[in-house]
């Protein structure tokens, strides 16, 4: 599955699963995606970006960590660690390698390495599936 955010012709945002770029692809080319504020089916894909919150000093800033964020980032490890076992590592060539195998210039596989933010824009772009896996703060402590 790949979350994609869209935006219509209005500029309402909202987001949507499809279970791969090509789904998505033909369900726009069918104008079956519409925009849940104004029924509009001019649609495109907004700019996706991972959240990152703002260093602050201030107390109401601080995410108190409790049972519910723990369990959320024991799932987001097993399935990281679930990927990584079953995926082969290509390091500083996940995007030239993703390429190759999309465009049928290697083995399909699955694979596992690092991209830049811009990297991965353009992967995205050119309709490739990629799945980003999350770092959880706890691994860095």
Not at 77 to 104: C, L, M, T, W
Request: net charge negative; with cysteine.
């Amino acid at each position: 599955m790949i979350r994609y955010d869209l935006v219509c012709e209005n500029e309402h945002f909202f987001e949507s699963w499809f279970k791969d770029s090509k789904s998505y692809q033909k369900q726009l080319d069918a104008n079956e995606i519409v925009c849940p504020e104004c029924d509009s089916s001019n649609i495109s894909k907004s700019l996706m970006a991972p959240g990152i919150p703002k260093k602050t000093n201030t107390k109401n800033s601080n995410v108190i960590a409790n049972s519910s964020s723990r369990s959320i980032n024991d799932a987001i490890r097993k399935i990281r660690d679930e990927i990584k076992k079953n995926s082969e590592y290509v390091g500083d060539q996940f995007p030239e390698e993703a390429r190759k195998i999309h465009y049928n210039e290697a083995e399909m596989r699955s694979i596992y390495g690092k991209a830049s933010k811009k990297e991965i824009t353009e992967l995205v772009d050119e309709g490739i599936d990629i799945i980003q896996i999350p770092e959880i703060p706890d691994d860095k402590n």
